[in-house]
Nanobody, 126 residues
Framework: QVQLVESGGGSVQAGGSLRLSCAGF????????MAWFRQSPGKEREGVAG???????TYADSVKGRFTISRDNAKNTLYLQLNSLKPEDTAMYYC????????????????????WGQGTQVTVSS
């Protein structure tokens, strides 16, 4: 069973950091591709970072060098470290899962994922 629960969101000033977690996974976590998406009011949900079972990662250009996705397969937990936050990073952040491998070119496509969490809010003030 795949149930995803995000945590770690909050309000920070520009330049600050947060660490998001996604847990609650019951199943073979290590068999799933995982990703973080975000959505702000009036905008489409966009892929932020994705990670494969054995580590390959993909990042949106807007977060490269600032965000880091990681996973702990022993703890069935996905993480997203957010550094150097900007006001434009303000959004609801969602974790997502899909069984099996996802090609790099579509790793940040929402259509590839069929399990979603409820989201955690990140607000960055200037």
């Amino acid at each position: 069973q795949v149930q995803l629960v995000e945590s770690g969101g909050g309000s920070v000033q520009a330049g600050g950091s947060l660490r998001l977690s996604c847990a609650g996974f019951q199943g073979t976590f290590s068999s799933y591709s995982m990703a973080w998406f975000r959505q702000s009011p009036g905008k489409e949900r966009e892929g932020v970072a994705g990670i494969e079972v054995y580590g390959p990662t993909t990042y949106a250009d807007s977060v490269k060098g600032r965000f880091t996705i990681s996973r702990d397969n022993a703890k069935n937990t996905l993480y997203l470290q957010l550094n150097s936050l900007k006001p434009e990073d303000t959004a609801m952040y969602y974790c997502a899962a899909a069984r099996g491998y996802i090609l790099n070119r579509v790793r940040l496509s929402r259509n590839e994922y069929n399990y979603w969490g409820q989201g955690t809010q990140v607000t960055v003030s200037s």
